[in-house]
């Protein structure tokens, strides 16, 4: 499911009033989501080179992956993904989720060790898979009102 970081799917914070309302949607779901959890926070590194860029802060190196398969080399392009495993706390994440926020950090998650629940942080929203369809009931009716109106969810 889809929730939106900011009343009427507005998508990036303009002041300090809405991105302590952002960081309390991120911060409310992932507690609910990880809650006394160690949680794996993986983020990408694209680049136009398959080897390993310098490595990324608080987080090591993982694998590659081709992003654009292309057979001409000079399209091809790389996400280099980088984990890191901590206990998650309220807060531990923010200066990473206000980045995201901010659209200057894309295609982060935050899965359990098990990666059964992810998490996934957007310029204006997130995306959230969980294990059962009740399970996603659940965390959908507790919020409501941070769902979009669009038919279709997005």
């Known amino acids: 499911m889809r929730f939106h970081s900011l009343p009427k799917s507005k ?66 392009t790389y996400s280099h993904l980088f984990v890191g495993r901590r206990p998650w706390r309220l807060g531990c994440i923010d200066g990473l989720l206000r980045a995201v926020a901010d659209d200057e950090v894309a295609g982060v998650l935050v899965t359990d060790v098990r990666m059964e629940r992810i998490h996934h942080p957007y310029d204006g929203g997130a995306d959230v898979f969980v294990r059962t369809p009740a399970e996603r009931d659940r965390l959908r009716n507790r919020h409501a009102g941070w769902l979009s109106s669009h038919p279709a969810g997005l």
């Open 11 to 76: 998508r990036y914070p303009e002041n300090d009033g809405e991105y302590a309302v952002v960081l309390e949607r991120y911060n409310t779901v992932l507690d609910e989501l990880f809650a006394d959890e160690d949680v794996y926070v993986v983020r990408p590194v694209w680049t136009a080179e398959p080897g390993v860029p310098a490595h990324a802060p608080g987080a090591g190196y993982w694998r590659t992956l081709p992003t654009v398969e292309d057979p001409d080399p000079e399209y091809a």
